[in-house]
């Protein structure tokens, strides 16, 4: 459950990050890149992906954001 709740409040930084850093460029006048927007949206889109595994795994493991499972012992 602890883990569900890691992926859960990282999602919502990054979605509050986002919106934040939004904001702040309207303010001063600058638009994001395109590249910025991408990569913005490809994070967003990776912690969802490791909120839905952690969801789905029955023994509740730790799941890694770097696409190579975790080690629970270190």
Known sequence: IENHLDYAEELAR???Q?????LAAEKYG???SNATAEMLHQ???KTRRNLVLA???P???TV???G???DPEH
């Open 30 to 32: 600058f638009e994001f």
């Open 18 to 22: 986002a919106h934040e850093a939004n």
């Open 59 to 61: 023994a509740s493991s």
């Open 43 to 45: 994070a967003g889109i």
């Open 55 to 57: 969801a789905g795994d």
């Open 14 to 16: 990054l979605q509050i």
């Open 68 to 70: 190579v499972p975790a």
């Open 64 to 66: 890694s954001t770097g």
